[in-house]
């Protein structure tokens, strides 16, 4: 049956049998189940399944009803389960109620959103995804790198990050506009505090500038002053020149000065008139 790609569902079939290869041989060796995320037409299903129990998460109806035939048995033995949803809605705290490695050709219109919540869920053990490689770079650039953002702070301080492979445009159906790149994130825990990511959003949210620059915007300037002189951090570096460990260490004095500061002041402070 011809399918036809939709767009607004980032539909670019991966058709190059050496990637799909790339990305089996990557897989962790673990117990657990695969989450794969858009399984479109099932070619990187069919190889999942090989080796691995799959639970499906796929937007497409129409997607839906194909892979239902084409994977009755599987779907019969319960070796795959296919959910037919938008797994952004379907995505609580956790993506499973068991742990889980996510394996996905990745709608590219949610790839970050996805990667982000896949970081943060405590049930998810390995990340290995394709993304447009742009991302993927933000994701795995090392501190001193242009590319080093507030992304690469997130998946470093999950786990081991890094690039599998790049992806040619060609090796999709539709080829998409962009090159591509398979990211392997090997977690070693999960991100709980969004108030990190807020903070990291603060600190990158001008890159070229200056960190203590970015963080005096947010913050009140004397008490960040103060944390970088007792951290010994130079007064003109960049947010992409601070190690991930550098981040955390001012995050966490920053919330124990800030704490202490909401807490120097009584909560019904008597108003005059
Ligand atoms: N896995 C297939 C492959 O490798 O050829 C298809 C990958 S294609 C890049 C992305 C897939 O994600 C499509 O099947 C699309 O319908 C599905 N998708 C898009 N948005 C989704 C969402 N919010 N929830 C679940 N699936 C989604």
């Known amino acids: ?10 539909q670019n079939f991966l058709k190059d049998r050496s990637v799909l290869e790339k990305i089996i041989q990557s897989m962790p060796k673990s117990d657990n189940v695969v989450a794969e995320i858009g399984p479109g037409l099932g070619d990187l299903t069919q190889e999942l399944l090989k080796i691995k129990d799959v639970i499906a998460f796929e937007i497409d109806t129409s997607l839906c009803h194909l892979l239902r035939k084409k994977f009755a048995k599987e779907i019969e033995s319960k070796r795959l389960q296919l959910i037919c949803t938008d ?25 970050t959103n996805i990667v982000i919540k896949a970081l943060m869920d405590e049930n998810c053990d390995t990340i290995l995804v394709m993304l447009q ?9 090392q501190e001193g790198e242009r590319e080093f953002s507030a992304l690469s702070v997130l998946a470093r301080s999950a786990g081991d990050v890094r690039i599998v492979c790049s992806v040619k445009p060609e090796a999709f159906t539709p080829p998409p506009k962009v090159d591509s ?14 108030e990190f990511m807020e903070f990291l959003k603060r600190a990158f949210s001008q890159p070229r500038k ?3 620059k970015n963080l005096s915007t947010h913050y009140p300037k004397e008490i ?42 009584p909560a019904s402070a008597p108003t005059t008139k």
Do not use: C
């Open 1 to 10: 049956m011809q399918v036809r790609a939709k767009k607004k569902f980032g």
């Open 87 to 111: 797994v952004i809605e379907h995505w609580k705290q956790n993506l499973l109620d068991r742990r889980y490695d996510l394996v996905a050709n990745l709608p590219y219109y949610v790839a």
């Open 133 to 141: 490689k742009e991302v993927a770079k933000k994701f795995s650039a």
């Open 181 to 194: 790149a398979v990211l392997l994130i090997k977690k070693q825990k999960s991100l709980s505090d969004p």
């Open 210 to 212: 200056r960190l203590l």
């Open 224 to 265: 960040v002053e103060e944390i970088f002189s007792t951290l010994g951090i130079a007064s003109n570096i960049r947010p992409h020149e601070a190690s991930t460990s550098i981040y955390h260490q001012i995050y966490a004095q920053l919330k124990e000065k800030i704490d202490a500061a909401t807490k120097a002041i």
